[in-house]
């Protein structure tokens, strides 16, 4: 009886061990890290303002007065990007996923339709975002079309939807195929039907498990907005570029970088903790 006792005490023990070695080792890592980026941190602000030219640079990207006079009106500019990427986002989802059913399709019968969506994925996937913007931007307008329908609003965004539909397609495509083809089978055997089979079984998961992709092209989307202002529209680029010329500085797009930043950075943390937390659960 004694000896019963003994050996949980003793591997409990030697749990707490190892819990403590664990702990000291995050600690140890933990010093470390925070040792090496300050020194870096340290380095950069003690070298870098002994270059040369530091005053130039600091008076040309880094004006506080000049900061300060253009922050509100590059905020009231990125409302603008907000509002393209809004109504962007959910056209390249359903878009995104339209195509991605496509290619998915397995009766011969559809197969044009499958062929399209490949052929769509290669084009747009292959042409460089801001080509497509001005092909379509400046192109479509150039038919000589009544208004609204020459706005650069209305095309730029037709070609950020049409580029971003592609890579989205394929992020769908993927958390399709990811579904084993045994649950197919099983709620085929069950009596589902083709459709509520890839309704009911496959798209819940798959759009689950792409969740954390889709989330960096969001992203990347609220950034490339501000490529539409090539072809018009005044977001926060092209304002910081309209402040750059007046004040002869080169603060405004330290701000509209700035500006993005605040964005980008939590969503970049948000799409990090969902990928890790789906690794965990797949651990």
């Not at 010329?245 to 799409?271: D, G, K, M, Q």
Request: with cysteine; charged share 15%; net charge positive.
């Amino acid at each position: 009886m004694s000896e019963l006792s003994a050996g949980p005490s003793r591997n409990d023990a030697a749990l707490t061990r190892r819990q403590a070695y664990d702990r000291a080792l995050r600690r140890r890592s933990l010093r470390v890290a925070a040792g090496s980026t300050l020194a870096v941190v340290l380095a950069i602000v003690i070298l870098v303002p002994m270059a040369p030219g530091w005053a130039r640079v600091q008076q040309s990207f880094f004006n506080g007065e000049v900061f300060a006079r253009t922050f509100p009106r590059l905020v009231e500019a990125f409302l603008l990007d907000v509002a393209i990427f809004a109504w962007s986002a959910p056209m390249i989802a359903i878009l995104g996923l339209a195509i991605a059913l496509a290619r998915d399709v397995r009766n011969p019968v559809l197969y044009p339709l499958r062929l399209f969506g490949a052929v769509y994925t290669d084009i747009f996937r292959g042409v460089p975002v801001v080509l497509t913007v001005y092909l379509i931007g400046f192109g479509i307008p150039g038919l000589g079309l009544d208004r609204p329908w020459n706005s650069p609003y209305i095309w730029g965004t037709v070609a950020l939807v049409l580029t971003y539909s592609a890579y989205v397609a394929e992020i769908f495509r993927s958390g399709i195929e990811s579904v084993h083809a045994s649950q197919r089978n099983a709620a085929l055997s069950l009596g589902l039907s083709g459709q509520d089979t890839m309704r009911y079984v496959v798209l819940p998961q798959a759009i689950r498990r792409v969740i954390p992709a889709q989330m960096n092209m969001l992203i990347a989307l609220q950034k490339d907005v501000a490529l539409l202002s090539f072809i018009g529209p005044v977001e926060i680029f092209r304002q910081a570029g309209v402040f750059k010329s007046l004040l002869a500085n080169f603060t405004p797009y330290v701000v509209a970088a700035c500006i993005f930043l605040v964005i980008t950075i939590p969503a970049t943390r948000l799409a990090d903790h969902l990928i890790a937390k789906q690794n965990r659960a797949r651990s």
